[in-house]
């Protein structure tokens, strides 16, 4: 474990407390890009804006039979200028009318709080022109807002937003504040006021638009706010990655990756030979590279694209588990995600082949759980923490529970699995330590038991005629049946997940499920660590995981026909197992920490900005109502 003890005597952060830039990022974007159901939507907005018209006209002491009416021509025109917007923007796939609407919401309240100001103010003064001057304040407010939020979320130069926020408030001003009162109460000679109100106004945007040239200056390398913020909006929002993964590919640098592939058939003839008695087979996926950083960029989905690129016809099921890496080794682009898929069919070089297969040897240290199998001088190794926490082990551990299978007991091929079936605190140091202990033990022990034929039997759920939930990606469930020649009791299974991790105790209820319907065992449950999931729910963690959609009970249900599929495929199997090396672009620790970086400087300097915003708005209000 000395390698282990040395990453932190370097100075990083211990195993699992590694800040996470991808989590940072999400967690960013995701409360910004939080917004509430279309029909609420346009329910606040619809209630802002009519209070602005009804305090108003009621200041203006406008008959009430006429102030039904400008409510009505207000939320006409409400709706008119939010599809007004949307066409305007009708190039950007970001603006929805839900969106705009959204933007409504914010941009009008400014205004209703002045108009109420204005109210209060004309009722203690008993003059009326407080009042307009305090809504064409407001009116100004709204302006300089959506002029901020436009601009930096849809346009190259912020600036060019300017025409487009004046659209909605000019088309409100109407029914708002149109009455010949406005004439007879003085407003137009006594001039301080209307010149104090727009020069207030005038000076509001202009310091908005300072402060959007201020926050664009905050930039790590070529990477300035706004454009990364469009970029990762048309990304998350549109899932238009176009702008994000253009940005990523010309950051990212060539890296040479491994990946472990053990491919297991049923049939006996020789594996040059296409004519199968039985040709069912899995194709189990130790990906070099790590899912994410999240949907839909590069390598998010890349269990499913590895799954439709290998799967050569509809009797193989390749099946992409979790491996002990993290978002350092992210592909970048759909480009370099094609580009790994190719080397995995082109590429493979085999270190084995044969038609044995020991064990399993189960080990457990501390919170690890480990299941070995070992096939001719292959191994296959998972790790667990479940149901204690999640795993999520670093390369570390991975790194040296190969250097103890190839180094020591001279292994041909090592898969690590991280089964990432159970969520929690990530391992600590001490924890990585015991999975590396565990799996020693279990290695010696293969290296020393008695090899045998093995029969196996493969199903998946592309088999059966049921719809997954949401917390399954596409690549769905495998299922891998193993058994000793007429052994039944010797009979268990592997089963492998797309999707992002299990909620806690959701493995247990289901294995224990499973057994109860079918009077047989389940190794392993595996998750391919799928980012697909990612960002379809609004709570803390920001995922979907296994168990948040699906029952125990249901997916117990599924896996019980799975095994009665692989069961009627049971026959004699054999295995090879290969390895890849791919070179690609990943994005890297690096690129991640800048942008990450590049987001909370952002973010510190638009808090501070912001309260100077605050502050100035105030002042000018203050000075509005008492001039």
């Known amino acids: 474990m000395d390698a282990l003890a040395g990453q932190n005597q370097q100075g990083t952060a211990p195993v699992g407390e590694k800040p996470d830039s991808t989590s940072n990022l999400h967690r960013r974007y995701r409360h910004l890009f939080r917004l509430p159901a279309r029909n609420r939507t346009i329910a606040y907005a619809s209630v802002i804006a009519l209070g602005v018209t009804a305090i108003t006209r009621l200041g203006l002491s406008t008959p009430y039979n006429l102030i039904a009416l400008y409510l009505i021509l207000t939320e006409v025109l409400l709706l008119v200028s939010v599809e007004i917007d949307r066409r305007i923007l009708h190039t950007r796939k970001v603006a929805t009318f839900r969106r705009l609407a959204s ?115 905050i930039k790590v390398g070529s990477y300035k706010p706004f454009a990364l913020l469009q970029a990762f909006l048309n990304a998350w929002a549109a899932e238009d990655a176009t702008n994000l993964e253009r940005i990523l590919e010309a950051t990212s640098k060539e890296t040479s990756v491994q990946t472990q592939m053990l491919e297991l058939r049923t049939g006996r003839e020789p594996r040059d030979q296409s004519s199968l008695s039985n040709p069912f087979g899995a194709k189990i996926i130790v990906p070099g590279i790590h899912p994410g950083p999240f949907y839909p960029i590069g390598s998010s989905n890349i269990p499913a694209d590895i799954f439709r690129g290998l799967r050569q016809d509809s009797l193989e099921f390749p099946m992409v588990v979790h491996s002990m890496s993290d978002h350092d080794l992210n592909l970048s682009s759909k480009k370099q995600v094609d580009r790994y898929v190719k080397s995995l069919r082109e590429d493979p070089v085999q270190l084995d082949s044969g038609n044995t297969m020991s064990g ?39 790194r040296e529970i190969e250097r103890y299978s190839v180094g020591e007991l001279k292994f041909k091929n090592v898969l690590v699995i991280d089964t990432h079936n159970s969520e929690g605190e990530k391992p600590n140091e001490n924890e990585c330590e015991d999975a590396v202990l565990a799996a020693k033990r279990a290695l010696e022990q293969l290296a020393h038991s008695v090899e045998g034929e093995f029969e196996a039997g493969v199903s998946h759920s592309s088999d ?60 392993e449950i595996c998750t391919s660590d799928t980012h697909v999931t990612a960002a379809k729910t609004m709570d803390a963690k ?10 125990p009970e249901r997916f117990a249900s599924v896996l019980a026909m799975l095994y009665e599929k692989a069961l009627e495929r049971l026959a004699p199997a054999d295995f090879a197992s290969f390895a890849v090396e791919s070179e690609v672009k990943t994005i890297g620790g690096e690129v991640l920490s800048n942008f990450s970086g590049l987001v909370d400087s952002a973010s510190s300097g638009a808090k501070n900005g912001a309260q100077i915003l605050g502050a100035l708005a105030f002042v000018i209000a203050v000075i509005v109502a008492i001039v």
């Not at 022109?129 to 901020?148: D, E, N």
């Not at 096939?375 to 667990?384: H, Y």
């Not at 920001?542 to 029952?551: E, H, I, Q, S």
Request: aromatic content about 10%; glycine content about 8%; some cysteine.
């Open 542 to 551: 920001g995922y979907l995981a296994l168990g948040d959609v699906t029952t």
């Open 360 to 398: 399993p040897i189960v080990t457990k240290q501390g919170k690890a759980t480990i299941c070995a199998l070992e096939f001719g001088r292959t191994v296959l190794v998972t790790v667990s923490q479940a149901p204690f926490g999640m795993e999520d082990f670093p390369s570390e551990v991975r």
């Open 464 to 523: 059966l005629q049921e719809k997954m939930e949401q917390d399954i990606g596409p690549a769905g469930i495998g299922f891998i049946l193993f058994q000793k020649p007429a052994a039944p009791e010797t009979r268990f299974s592997l089963v492998i997940v797309d999707s992002n991790n299990s909620v806690l105790g959701f493995r247990e209820k289901a294995l224990e499920q499973f057994e109860a319907k079918t009077n047989s065992k389940i190794l």
């Open 103 to 217: 933007l409504t919401i914010l941009s009008n309240a400014f205004w209703l709080v002045l108009s109420f100001a204005g109210l209060v103010v004309s009722l203690i003064s008993h003059d009326v022109t407080r009042l307009i001057a305090l809504v064409i304040v407001g009116f100004f407010y709204a302006v300089g807002f959506r002029a901020l939020i436009i601009g930096s979320l849809f346009y190259p130069k912020p600036r060019d937003a300017i025409p487009i926020a004046f659209v909605q408030p000019l088309l409100l001003l109407g029914p708002v504040t149109f009455s010949f009162r406005i004439f007879t109460a003085g407003l137009f000679t006594r001039s301080i006021d209307p010149a104090a109100a727009i020069i207030g106004g005038v000076i509001a945007i202009i310091a908005i638009e300072a402060y959007i040239v201020s926050i664009d200056r």
